[in-house]
Structure formats: structure tokens, C-alpha cells
């Protein structure tokens, strides 16, 4: 009855010219505020391209500057060279009487450790999440997610440590390596740094899943876990994809873990159970030694230019695989 | 013939018998006072005869999909649900603890409010259901898979593209890629929930026809909120209202003389 009698009223009131008290200007600090908020953003995407651009400005001197180019070129870095007469190799000395400015022991450092950790902490954060969001009891749920998402706050100078000092004798006992720091052991270290950051994302993405597709699921007969695996988790591919991607992004950029766990050499070899240098590590280490706009300086911004183009280049594709997956699926 | 059925209560043989049916919900945060559970169903009697179809009224909330899902224990997957009482489906509890449900959600399929597709291939989706009883033999599948979509219409439409996405049908088509994904597990009964509550009236219409030419082979029980649909499609109907069975008989005479005042109410638009 009273929406009736206020619909009948409106025209009167507006005849009445009390509509102004309706339509008030919005006050002036609406204005300000939007103003304020776009400020805000405008200042986020402000600082990423301005990192850019201070990399690359420090970085750029490799192929402009002659004092560096008499040293080091952008050829050299990536292609083999003969030092001191002895057959073309890798090398990463920039210390030494002749400095060699190698890249490949330190991409291929940082690859291998990236990708034990994947390997060690992928499966099992996966694994976790698929548990809780589709298995687990409600009461467990809501104690293991957030506990798994506690090991996300503990220092990397902790696990580092632990590495070094416990987890180092551990595994070089169990599995015969010939350094006790070396690239399984920081792949180790890392992975439970990242093991959340895929839970998590895993998680949110399984949870996501509409509860009908495990109904349709179920009414036709299927037992629950084969609606987990062929439904359920299926369904969750982009999401879980996202977040292995993000952890790639994660664990090629830590530094303090691989700088205490890794042993440091800068070698370039397969075997697992060597000492490793990564590009991180190699950039925390050396900064602090070198003369600003020394070719070695200049060197090391080369790095972490290199190591920018890595991350944004997989955050790339995962964008397109996570694309991909949602096209074919036909949703939006 | 529906003239036979003039004894409301059983149909001509019993598929499934339905006796002294409670059902309760858990209620999550009770107030004070409240009891800690909501009788959804109180003490239904109602049997389902082979090949009919039984259509389910009743206003939101009166417990008719309660029932439907009770047919095939999807009640199981709602924490908190409690179930007394009993149903047999020819002749067999199926309420018993111990009782195989995932058998006897092969015997008694179902079809849900919003067509789901699953996010996988037409043919995948058809054989979802076989694949998960086991059945692998590609010849087998791909004969099924057919013999599925051509009893729920589709195979005209999808033939040419069985490797596209499930997800790019129309409505009505993924609302009969549904039916077609539940008969292909060859069920005895089908549940349907309101199965055409999000087609136009086209895709209704022809969803209707494909209802009366299942009946031939298999039992139906269709929740609906339409008066009309009830009428069309079904042989007998059952009134629900608060939970409780009221009425249930032959379609026309509920629709025609009806038993009790609240029936024809409902029926006449008074509530509901």
C-alpha cells in the first residue's frame, strides 16, 4: 500500500519543486576522492614502469658504452667463449685477472632450483588442495587452510638458515651428494615458500567449481571420486595452472634462501646434487662489491633485466593458457 | 490407459513405494526456541508406477524436490539431512545405510533445474555416466553415445559436431544433452526438477514431447511449477503444501474435482 500511495506522491512532489532534494549535486569531496583513486592507480602502474625503465637505464651502457664494451658485450654473455686460449666454454669469473661475464651458469642456476622447487611443491600444494576443498570435512577445512597459508609468512631467512644448518646434513646423507649445499637442497627450501601460494590458489580455484557440476556429477552414478577427478579438478585447470605460474614467478625471484642454501658456485652442469649459483643470488651478492658503472655494475643490471624478462614472459603465457582454458570451456 | 488409475495412491505396478517419508533439515544457527531441525517432508505416502509420469505441485517450499531427491539419495550430499521412513524401488529399500547408492543412481537417474553441462566435449558429456560405471570399449561408447541423443532429440542437431564443447549448446539443447547424458546409463526412473524452468516456451515444447515418448520405456517423476505442464505431460499428479502430501490422483481429476479445498486453491490461483 505505502509504495502505491509514494508513486502517486512523486509527481506531486516534483510539481511541488521538492524534487531538487532528490537530485542533490554529489558534494565536492566525491570529486576529490575519484580524483584521490585514480591518483592511487595511476602511482601503482607509475612505479612498475618506472623499475623498468631504472633497470634498463643502469643496463643499458653494455651496448652503448665503450669502457664496458671493451670488457663485456651482450655477445659475449651468452655465447661460449675461448679464455686464455683453452677451448670455447660457460663462465661466470667476474673477479678474476681476465673478468668472464658468462650468463649461462647463473640462468641455468636459477632455472634448475626454480624448477626442483616446482617439482617438490607443485604436487603436493595440488594435492592439499584438492583434499580440502573436496574431500575434507568442513571442521578440517576450516583449520588446514589457514594453517597452510601460515607457512606463507615464515621468513626465507629462517628456512635458509634451517636449510643450512639441519636440512644440508639431511639430505646429503640420504641421497650421497657431493656438496652439501647444492640445488636440490635450495629447491627444497623454496618449495615450501611456494607450496602455499599454489595451495592457495588451487584451493580458491577448486572451491569455485559449481557445486552443480558435482551434483549432475554424482546423479549419474559417479562415485565421488571419480567426480573429483574428472569433473571437479578438471574444471579447475586454469586456476591451478595460475598458480604454478605464479609460483614459477615466486621462487626464480627469491634470493635470501638461495643466497644461505645453494652453495654459490657458479657452475653449469645437470648434476642436482652440485653447488649452484643463481641469477638472485648472484646480483645480492656481487652489488655491493662493484663500482657504480663498472662493466661488472652494468653486468649485473644486465641480470636483473634478464630476470624481469623471465617473470613477465611466463606471467604472459600463463595469461594466455589461462585464456586458452577459458575459451575452451566456452565460458567468460 | 489413465482411466485405470482412478485409485490415486498406487499407480498400475509399483516402481517405487514410498511409505511414512520424513525428512529433516539441520537448521544452521537456531534462535532460541527454534528446534535445531526443519521438518522438510512429514510422513509421505506415495507410490510411482512403471511407465507413468508423475508430475510433483506444489508452492516453493512445500517439499516436493525434497521427495524427488530423496528418490535417488541426493539428500545424502546436503550435511545436516536426515531421512525416516521408507522407499523401496521394486520392492527394495533403498534407504538402508548400507544400500549401494551409486547403483542405484544408475537406476534412477536425474535431471536438474539449469542444464550443467560439464566443460567437456557433447560426446565426453554423454559418456560421462558409462565411463564412470567402467565402460571403455570405444565401439560400445560411440554406439550409446548415439542411441542417448537420438532418445533425447539431439542427435539430428549435435552429430556434426559431438567434439565441440558441451558448454556452446543453447538452453535446450544442454537441457537434452542432460536427459541424453542421464539415459545413457539406461535408468529405470528418471527425476526431473523442473526441467524446463530455464527454456523459452520452444525449447519447453519440444522437451514435453521427448517427456511423453520416454514414458514408453522408462518411469518419470517431473517437479514443475507449471500448471499447464503438469496437465500436459504427466498421467497422475501429487499435490504437496507445507510438507505434507495432500492429494494425489489421476492428472485430470486433480485438475478437474479436485479432493481437497486446498488443491483447487492452488489450482485456481489462490496461493502458491
Given at each position: 500500500m505505502?509504495?502505491v500511495?509514494?508513486?502517486?506522491?512523486?509527481?506531486?512532489?516534483?510539481?511541488?519543486?521538492?524534487?531538487?532534494?532528490?537530485?542533490?549535486?554529489?558534494?565536492?569531496?566525491?570529486?576529490?576522492?575519484?580524483?584521490?583513486?585514480?591518483?592511487?592507480a595511476?602511482?601503482?602502474?607509475?612505479?612498475?614502469?618506472?623499475?623498468?625503465?631504472?633497470?634498463l637505464?643502469?643496463?643499458?651502457p653494455?651496448?652503448?658504452?665503450?669502457?664496458?664494451?671493451?670488457?663485456?658485450?651482450?655477445?659475449?654473455?651468452?655465447?661460449?667463449?675461448?679464455?686464455?686460449?683453452?677451448?670455447?666454454?660457460?663462465?661466470?669469473?667476474?673477479?678474476s685477472?681476465?673478468?668472464?661475464?658468462?650468463?649461462?651458469?647463473?640462468?641455468?642456476?636459477?632455472?634448475?632450483?626454480?624448477?626442483?622447487?616446482?617439482?617438490?611443491?607443485?604436487?603436493?600444494?595440488?594435492?592439499?588442495?584438492?583434499?580440502?576443498?573436496?574431500?575434507?570435512?568442513?571442521?578440517?577445512?576450516?583449520v588446514?587452510?589457514?594453517?597452510?597459508e601460515?607457512?606463507?609468512?615464515?621468513?626465507?631467512?629462517?628456512?635458509?638458515?634451517?636449510?643450512?644448518?639441519?636440512?644440508?646434513?639431511?639430505?646429503?646423507k640420504?641421497?650421497?651428494?657431493?656438496?652439501?649445499?647444492?640445488?636440490?637442497?635450495?629447491?627444497?627450501?623454496?618449495?615450501?615458500?611456494?607450496?602455499?601460494l599454489?595451495?592457495?590458489?588451487?584451493?580458491?580455484?577448486?572451491t569455485?567449481?559449481?557445486?552443480?557440476?558435482?551434483?549432475?556429477?554424482l546423479?549419474?552414478?559417479?562415485?565421488k571420486m571419480?567426480?573429483?577427478?574428472?569433473?571437479v579438478?578438471?574444471?579447475?585447470?586454469?586456476?591451478?595452472?595460475?598458480?604454478?605460474?605464479?609460483?614459477?614467478?615466486?621462487?626464480i625471484?627469491?634470493?635470501?634462501?638461495?643466497?644461505?642454501a645453494?652453495?654459490?658456485?657458479?657452475?653449469?652442469?645437470?648434476?642436482?646434487?652440485?653447488?649452484?649459483?643463481?641469477?638472485?643470488?648472484?646480483?645480492?651478492?656481487?652489488m655491493?662489491?662493484?663500482?657504480?658503472?663498472?662493466?661488472?655494475?652494468?653486468?649485473l643490471?644486465?641480470?636483473?633485466?634478464?630476470?624481469?624478462?623471465?617473470?613477465?614472459?611466463?606471467?604472459?603465457?600463463?595469461?594466455?593458457?589461462?585464456?586458452?582454458?577459458?575459451?575452451?570451456?566456452?565460458?567468460? | 490407459?489413465?482411466?485405470?488409475?482412478?485409485?490415486?495412491?498406487?499407480?498400475?505396478?509399483?516402481?517405487?513405494?514410498?511409505?511414512?517419508?520424513?525428512?529433516?533439515?539441520?537448521?544452521?544457527?537456531?534462535?532460541?526456541?527454534?528446534?535445531?531441525?526443519?521438518?522438510?517432508?512429514?510422513?509421505?505416502?506415495?507410490?510411482?508406477?512403471?511407465?507413468?509420469v508423475?508430475?510433483?505441485i506444489?508452492?516453493?517450499?512445500?517439499?516436493?524436490?525434497?521427495?524427488?531427491?530423496?528418490?535417488?539419495?541426493?539428500?545424502?550430499?546436503?550435511?545436516?539431512?536426515?531421512?525416516?521412513?521408507?522407499?523401496?524401488?521394486?520392492?527394495e529399500?533403498i534407504?538402508?545405510?548400507?544400500?549401494?547408492?551409486?547403483?542405484?543412481?544408475?537406476?534412477?537417474?536425474?535431471?536438474?533445474?539449469?542444464?550443467?553441462?560439464?566443460?567437456?566435449?557433447?560426446?565426453?558429456?554423454?559418456?560421462?555416466?558409462?565411463?564412470?560405471?567402467?565402460?571403455?570399449?570405444?565401439?560400445?561408447?560411440?554406439?550409446?553415445?548415439?542411441?542417448?541423443?537420438?532418445?533425447?532429440?539431439?542427435?539430428?542437431?549435435?552429430?556434426?559436431?559431438?567434439d565441440?564443447?558441451?558448454?556452446?549448446?543453447?538452453?535446450?539443447?544442454?537441457?537434452?544433452?542432460?536427459?541424453?547424458?542421464?539415459?545413457?546409463v539406461?535408468?529405470?526412473?528418471?527425476?526431473?526438477?523442473?526441467?524446463?524452468?530455464?527454456?523459452?516456451?520452444?525449447?519447453?515444447?519440444?522437451?514435453?514431447?521427448?517427456?511423453?515418448?520416454?514414458?514408453?520405456?522408462?518411469?518419470?517423476?517431473?517437479?514443475?511449477?507449471?500448471?499447464?505442464?503438469?496437465?500436459?505431460?504427466?498421467?497422475?499428479?501429487?499435490?504437496?503444501?507445507?510438507?505434507?502430501?495432500?492429494?494425489?490422483?489421476?492428472?485430470?481429476?486433480?485438475?478437474?474435482?479436485?479432493?481437497?479445498?486446498?488443491?483447487?486453491?492452488?489450482?485456481?490461483?489462490?496461493?502458491?
Amino acid at each position: 500500500m505505502s509504495t502505491v500511495t509514494q508513486l502517486e506522491a512523486t509527481p506531486v512532489a516534483r510539481k511541488a519543486g521538492r524534487a531538487a532534494s532528490f537530485r542533490r549535486k554529489s558534494p565536492a569531496w566525491h570529486g576529490l576522492a575519484e580524483w584521490g583513486i585514480r591518483a592511487t592507480a595511476l602511482l601503482a602502474i607509475a612505479a612498475i614502469v618506472l623499475i623498468f625503465v631504472f633497470i634498463l637505464k643502469e643496463a643499458l651502457p653494455i651496448l652503448f658504452d665503450t669502457h664496458v664494451r671493451g670488457e663485456v658485450s651482450l655477445m659475449k654473455m651468452w655465447l661460449p667463449q675461448a679464455w686464455d686460449g683453452g677451448p670455447a666454454r660457460f663462465s661466470w669469473q667476474p673477479a678474476s685477472e681476465v673478468p668472464k661475464y658468462s650468463l649461462m651458469p647463473l640462468v641455468a642456476g636459477s632455472l634448475k632450483v626454480t624448477l626442483i622447487a616446482l617439482v617438490i611443491s607443485a604436487p603436493i600444494a595440488i594435492l592439499a588442495a584438492v583434499y580440502t576443498a573436496s574431500i575434507a570435512p568442513r571442521r578440517v577445512r576450516e583449520v588446514l587452510k589457514p594453517v597452510v597459508e601460515l607457512l606463507a609468512g615464515v621468513p626465507s631467512v629462517v628456512l635458509g638458515v634451517f636449510a643450512l644448518i639441519v636440512a644440508g646434513t639431511w639430505l646429503q646423507k640420504l641421497f650421497g651428494f657431493e656438496h652439501r649445499l647444492n640445488a636440490v637442497l635450495a629447491g627444497c627450501a623454496l618449495s615450501v615458500t611456494i607450496v602455499p601460494l599454489i595451495f592457495t590458489i588451487a584451493e580458491d580455484a577448486i572451491t569455485a567449481v559449481p557445486r552443480d557440476y558435482v551434483d549432475a556429477s554424482l546423479a549419474l552414478g559417479a562415485t565421488k571420486m571419480h567426480t573429483i577427478l574428472r569433473v571437479v579438478v578438471p574444471a579447475a585447470v586454469p586456476g591451478i595452472a595460475a598458480g604454478i605460474v605464479l609460483g614459477f614467478g615466486r621462487a626464480i625471484g627469491e634470493t635470501m634462501i638461495v643466497v644461505i642454501a645453494s652453495g654459490n658456485a657458479a657452475l653449469l652442469d645437470a648434476t642436482l646434487g652440485h653447488s649452484t649459483r643463481t641469477i638472485t643470488a648472484t646480483i645480492a651478492q656481487e652489488m655491493g662489491e662493484t663500482v657504480h658503472g663498472s662493466p661488472h655494475y652494468v653486468v649485473l643490471f644486465v641480470l636483473g633485466a634478464t630476470l624481469l624478462a623471465f617473470t613477465f614472459v611466463t606471467n604472459l603465457g600463463a595469461q594466455r593458457i589461462v585464456e586458452h582454458f577459458r575459451k575452451k570451456r566456452g565460458g567468460t | 490407459m489413465i482411466e485405470d488409475l482412478s485409485n490415486g495412491t498406487t499407480g498400475p505396478r509399483g516402481k517405487l513405494a514410498v511409505r511414512g517419508l520424513d525428512v529433516f533439515y539441520r537448521v544452521e544457527k537456531p534462535k532460541k526456541g527454534q528446534p535445531g531441525e526443519n521438518q522438510a517432508l512429514k510422513a509421505v505416502d506415495l507410490d510411482v508406477g512403471v511407465n507413468e509420469v508423475l508430475a510433483l505441485i506444489g508452492p516453493s517450499g512445500c517439499g516436493k524436490s525434497t521427495f524427488l531427491r530423496v528418490l535417488n539419495r541426493m539428500n545424502d550430499t546436503v550435511p545436516g539431512a536426515r531421512v525416516a521412513g521408507s522407499v523401496t524401488l521394486d520392492g527394495e529399500e533403498i534407504l538402508a545405510p548400507k544400500y549401494d547408492v551409486v547403483g542405484l543412481r544408475r537406476r534412477v537417474g536425474m535431471v536438474f533445474q539449469r542444464p550443467v553441462a560439464f566443460p567437456k566435449s557433447i560426446f565426453d558429456n554423454v559418456a560421462y555416466g558409462l565411463r564412470a560405471h567402467g565402460l571403455s570399449e570405444k565401439r560400445e561408447l560411440e554406439w550409446r553415445v548415439q542411441q542417448a541423443l537420438t532418445r533425447a532429440a539431439l542427435w539430428d542437431e549435435v552429430k556434426d559436431r559431438l567434439d565441440a564443447n558441451g558448454l556452446g549448446l543453447s538452453g535446450g539443447q544442454a537441457q537434452r544433452l542432460c536427459i541424453a547424458r542421464a539415459l545413457a546409463v539406461e535408468p529405470e526412473v528418471l527425476l526431473m526438477d523442473e526441467p524446463t524452468s530455464a527454456l523459452d516456451p520452444i525449447a519447453t515444447a519440444k522437451l514435453e514431447e521427448l517427456i511423453a515418448e520416454l514414458r514408453e520405456e522408462l518411469t518419470i517423476v517431473i517437479v514443475t511449477h507449471s500448471m499447464q505442464q503438469a496437465g500436459r505431460v504427466s498421467q497422475r499428479t501429487a499435490f504437496f503444501y507445507m510438507g505434507s502430501l495432500v492429494e494425489v490422483g489421476t492428472t485430470r481429476d486433480v485438475f478437474t474435482r479436485p479432493r481437497e479445498p486446498r488443491t483447487e486453491d492452488y489450482i485456481s490461483g489462490r496461493f502458491g
